[in-house]
């Protein structure tokens, strides 16, 4: 099982970033996919599930500034990341909803203002 997530960087308060994660070793169409992050010194905690159908649901203090994607062709699931402020500044995973998976290296996110 792999899960390799790609995508974050530098970037400047009010910019956007769409972060990539590369799911193998399990059955991605028939899951239901997560993002998670974990900022320094806190719990990691979800941001964004979606189901195999393309349902989705975020946190309530990021909705609107959050787009979860999937294409289950390449075994991947996205997350745009729009608006983003210096508390968005974590290490982004994704992992499959219910059973959590060994998790992945994550991507990290740094927001500067």
């Known amino acids: 099982v792999q899960l390799q997530a790609s995508g974050g960087g530098l970037v400047q308060a009010g910019g956007s970033l769409r972060l990539s994660c590369a799911a193998s070793?399990?059955?991605?169409?028939?899951?239901?996919m997560g993002w998670y992050r974990q900022a320094p010194g806190l719990q990691r905690e979800w941001v964004a599930r979606?189901?195999?159908?393309?349902?989705?649901t975020y946190a309530e203090a990021l909705k609107g500034r959050l787009t979860i994607s999937r294409d289950n062709a390449k075994n991947t699931v996205y997350l745009q990341i729009d608006s983003l402020k210096p508390e968005d500044t974590a290490v982004y995973y994704c992992?499959?909803?219910?059973?959590?998976?060994?998790w992945g290296q994550g991507t990290q996110v740094t927001v500067s203002s």
């Open positions: 992992n499959k909803i219910g059973i959590n998976l060994p």
């Open positions: 979606i189901t195999p159908s393309s349902s989705t």
């Open positions: 070793g399990f059955i991605f169409s028939t899951s239901v």
